[in-house]
Nanobody, 120 residues
Framework: QVQLVESGGRLVQGGGSLRLSCAAS????????MGWFRQAPGKERELAAA????????YYADSVKGRFTISMDNAKNTVYLQMNSLKPEDTAVYSC?????????????WGQGTQVTVSS
């Protein structure tokens, strides 16, 4: 129903910035919310940020507040994650996910994931 394509992950220096992109296609009219998850080695996956499809509401994990910004370009059906002041502990596989109106309690569609590595 929904396809997600991520891009932007790479190696960056500590204190640097990076912007991740997630382009949605298919039945985008069914999307209620988009989220960016991350999973570091040896740690459980966590929701770093989320945004309603309309862009009116956002959520940030305490670990990224003040440093990350999630935004949406509705004309391109693309969600962005702007990451500033990056720390080595931000190193993780970052995945975007879509939460549909039909199953709003969970994120049922996922991108392939993109690796972000922050050097110390």
């Amino acid at each position: 129903q929904v396809q997600l394509v991520e891009s932007g992950g790479r190696l960056v220096q500590g204190g640097g910035s990076l912007r991740l992109s997630c382009a949605a296609s298919g039945r985008t009219f069914s999307i209620y919310e988009m989220g960016w998850f991350r999973q570091a080695p040896g740690k459980e996956r966590e929701l770093a940020a989320a945004i309603s499809w309309s862009g009116s509401r956002t959520y940030y994990a305490d670990s990224v507040k003040g440093r990350f910004t999630i935004s949406m370009d509705n004309a391109k059906n693309t969600v962005y994650l702007q990451m500033n002041s990056l720390k080595p502990e931000d190193t993780a596989v970052y995945s975007c996910a879509a939460r549909l109106y039909s199953s709003a309690s969970s994120f049922g569609y996922w991108g392939q994931g993109t690796q972000v590595t922050v050097s110390s």
